[in-house]
C-alpha cells in the first residue's frame, strides 16, 4: 500500500514570505524543482521529513510552517505554550486550562 502524504498549504506563501526561490528550496532539499513546485500546488503531498527540512531550511518552527506567515506570531505563541504545558504537573495544568477559558470564553 503506497502512503499518502498531506498536503501543505503555506508552503508557496512561506516561500516567499522568507524570498526564496523554488530552486533554491530544491537545491536545499536535493530534489527538482518540479517537485516543489508540485508540493507548493498541491499536486504532491509532504512527508513528515520533507516538511521538517523546508521548516529548517527556512529557518522557522513546523508551527509556523503549519500556519499562514501572517499567523506566524501566533504560531511562536503556541510552541512556547506547548513547551510549557510539558513540563506542567496536572494540577497546573488544570489550572491554566480553567484561566484560558475564563480569559476566552466559548461562544454560543
Known amino acids: 500500500m503506497v502512503k499518502k502524504h498531506p498536503i501543505r498549504p503555506h508552503l508557496h506563501a ?3 514570505a522568507v524570498g526564496k526561490t523554488a530552486q533554491w528550496l530544491a537545491n536545499e532539499l536535493g530534489t527538482s524543482h518540479s517537485t516543489v513546485l508540485r508540493y507548493e500546488s498541491g499536486e504532491t503531498g ?3 521529513d520533507t516538511f521538517a527540512a523546508i ?7 513546523l508551527a509556523e510552517l503549519s500556519s499562514a506567515p501572517r499567523d506566524a506570531s501566533k ?10 504545558v510539558r513540563d506542567m504537573d496536572e494540577e497546573t ?4 486550562a480553567g484561566l484560558a477559558e475564563r480569559l476566552h ?3 454560543r
Open 105 to 107: 470564553p466559548k461562544r
Open 55 to 61: 521548516a529548517m531550511a527556512y529557518g522557522i518552527t
Open 93 to 96: 495544568l488544570q489550572t491554566l
Open 14 to 16: 512561506w516561500r516567499k
Open 75 to 84: 504560531a511562536q505563541a503556541l510552541d512556547r505554550l506547548m513547551t510549557a
Open 46 to 48: 509532504v512527508d513528515d
